[in-house]
């Protein structure tokens, strides 16, 4: 059984600083493609950041330049550094992977950014 567990969401200041990590188990091979998505209150799910397995970036225009994804194959991890974080970054966030054809995601964590 596939399993994505997330942790590090909470609160945060604007202009303040998060750290997400996600971790994998129940796979035997490599996962193709790993990446974080966001959801807010009445608004779509969106893309945030993704990263194959060779590290081939890609974010959303809103962030780029303020988050970093990274990740571990070894370990099955993956990080979502985010950096001068602004309200409108409110949102329960996501872990996902492509793996084996098929989609998983994690529980989501709610990460807020207020004063």
């Known amino acids: 059984q596939v399993r994505l567990v997330e942790s590090g969401g909470g609160l945060v200041q604007p202009g303040g600083s998060l750290r997400l990590s996600c971790v994998v188990s129940?796979?035997?091979?490599?996962?193709?493609?790993m990446a974080w998505y966001r959801q807010a209150p009445g608004k779509q799910r969106e893309l945030v950041a993704s990263?194959?397995?060779?590290?081939?970036?890609n974010y959303a225009d809103s962030v780029q330049g303020r988050f970093t994804i990274s990740r571990d194959n070894a370990k099955n991890s993956v990080w979502l550094q985010m950096n001068s974080m602004k309200p409108e970054d409110t949102a329960v966030y996501y872990c996902?992977?492509?793996?084996?054809?098929?989609?998983?995601w994690g529980q989501g964590t709610q990460v807020t950014v207020s004063s």
């Open positions: 129940g796979v035997n091979s490599k996962i193709y493609s």
């Open positions: 990263i194959t397995s060779g590290g081939d970036t």
């Open positions: 996902y992977a492509r793996w084996s054809a098929f989609d998983y």
